[in-house]
């Protein structure tokens, strides 16, 4: 059976989170059948290579572990799970957070009946498994992307919350040769941007499906570090590319 979406997760030290993603994606309501599981070791210097590796033959057919003995950092972990994926829509998760079961059915549903190029839902940001989800209280949106004053308009207002929330058209990234900036944080400013240049059509789904975890470990919300200059490395690459 062919797959309906490949998601891919970069894992860098997150053994002690790893087991309540990897769950949230094993209940998917959509069936597991459907989803093809695409884990990236980015050189983890913990135990995070034995879990993932543990799940991979527990279920050969449906999660492929990639070993990188490179950090590549997000951007190139997903990269490289890019060249592995082959179902017709694409996701990605960070290995610290997790779905609700029935995102995935959801977000393909809407990306089947609108022949969309993008779905997104919402994500609310937790530090625990406690945080209610449930809808936003809006109306369910679909636009098509067809002037220029469309493509300003989506430009400005963007696609909603990362990229994590979000099912892609996988020919969407692949005929426009659009990746991600490798060994830089702030990668997802750079493919999100460009990807809205090529979008024709996107589904904004007001239900709250992913859970966001606040980890006082992670790169973004570490102060005062020298890897916040990616951004502006970031910003720079994404203005010569557009």
Request: glycine share 4%; with cysteine.
């Amino acid at each position: 059976m062919s797959k309906k979406i490949s998601i891919i997760i970069p894992c860098y030290k997150v053994e002690q989170y790893i087991d309540r993603c990897i769950n949230s994606l094993l209940k998917q309501t959509i069936g597991l059948e459907h989803l093809e599981l695409i884990f990236i070791n980015d050189a983890s210097p913990d135990n995070t290579l034995e879990k993932l590796l543990v799940y991979e033959q527990q279920y050969p057919n449906d999660i492929l572990v990639i070993n990188s003995e490179e950090n590549l950092k997000q951007g190139g972990a997903r990269n490289l799970g890019l060249n592995y994926a082959s179902a017709d829509y694409i996701g990605f998760m960070d290995a610290d957070d997790w779905a609700e079961p029935s995102m995935y059915e959801k977000l393909y549903e809407k990306a089947i009946q609108y022949d969309c190029d993008v779905v997104s839902c919402c994500f609310k940001r937790v530090s625990d498994e406690k945080t209610p989800m449930g809808r936003t209280g809006n109306n369910d949106a679909f636009y098509k992307i067809e002037t220029v004053l469309d493509r300003k308009d989506l430009l400005l207002t963007g696609t909603g919350g990362g990229i994590w929330c979000k099912l892609y058209r996988r020919s969407l990234i692949i005929d426009n040769d659009i990746y991600f900036p490798e060994h830089l944080s702030y990668e997802d400013n750079y493919f999100a941007y460009l990807l809205m240049m090529c979008i024709h059509s996107i589904y904004f789904l007001e239900d709250y499906l992913y859970h966001y975890y606040i980890n006082p470990q992670s790169t973004v919300v570490t102060p005062d570090s020298a890897h916040h200059f990616d951004r502006l490395t970031v910003e720079l690459m994404k203005l010569e590319e557009l």
